[in-house]
């Protein structure tokens, strides 16, 4: 007996988790990264979606492009809207994608609380970063965060998001998940306090073990060095 049933309600645990699902490959897409739906479909039905087919999947993803047109935003070439969408089945793809909150004018701006900044840059890295952030080319010591440099918290997003949960030091995938994201840090290749930019093109998403090893070991400045052979946005600033 079929186990799949196509035409049945999906629940709102299975409808969010094609919606992540698709953001995910939309945000890659949109940054020029490769994505691979046949991979994402595989991913999706070895866990919350096991008693789907392939073909309910590939469907489905079309539904949610069908959602994403009428509400005027991007959805992935791939997917092509589909015709019909049941009013049950829009109604569940718009809440899960209301989930996701719409980050305000506060969220991108810098700051050098460090609890802040991830706040920020952890509901950015949700969204559709479609340009790389132009960051702050020298950041300021803030006095009132314990002489703490202010950073964006959208190139923190945006690099973690490039890096796509693995380290751009060991090419390793991150070593856990914090808040159902990969975890990995942030780090300047050329440190904010000897001058460096907070840009893309100097900020690398490693690993804990990476990151200590850029500050702590005996070979940290051949380890930095090899950054700018192995990641391409990277720009050495004098």
Not at 47 to 72: D, H, K, P, Y
Not at 77 to 100: F, M, W
Not at 139 to 147: E, I, M, V, Y
Not at 167 to 176: L, T, Y
Request: with cysteine; net charge neutral; proline share 5%.
């Amino acid at each position: 007996m079929d186990t799949d049933k196509r035409s049945s309600d999906w629940s709102d645990v299975e409808i969010q988790a094609a919606v992540d699902t698709y953001l995910d490959m939309l945000n890659r897409e949109q940054g020029g990264q490769r994505m691979n739906k046949a991979h994402e479909n595989r991913q999706l039905r070895a866990g919350v979606l096991a008693a789907r087919t392939e073909g309910s999947v590939e469907f489905r993803m079309q539904n949610i492009s069908t959602v994403l047109l009428e509400m005027n935003r991007p959805w992935i070439n791939g997917y092509k809207p589909a015709k019909n969408v049941g009013a049950n089945v829009a109604r569940k793809i718009r809440d899960a994608l209301n989930l996701i909150a719409m980050p305000t004018s506060e969220d991108f701006e810098p700051t050098a609380d460090e609890i802040t900044l991830e706040k920020r840059a952890g509901k950015l890295e949700k969204q559709v970063l479609a340009q790389p952030p132009k960051g702050i080319l020298k950041p300021q010591l803030s006095s009132a965060a314990g002489k703490a440099f202010l950073r964006d918290p959208e190139v923190r997003a945006w690099v973690r998001k490039q890096a796509n949960g693995v380290c751009e030091g060991c090419g390793q995938p991150a070593p856990f998940e914090m808040n159902d994201r990969p975890f990995l840090e942030v780090h300047h290749v050329k440190h904010l306090a000897d001058g460096g930019s907070d840009r893309p093109s100097n900020a690398v998403a490693l690993c804990p073990n990476c990151h200590r090893r850029c500050h702590h070991s005996n070979d940290k400045q051949a380890f930095t060095a090899c950054f700018y052979e192995r990641v391409e946005r990277l720009v050495r600033e004098d």
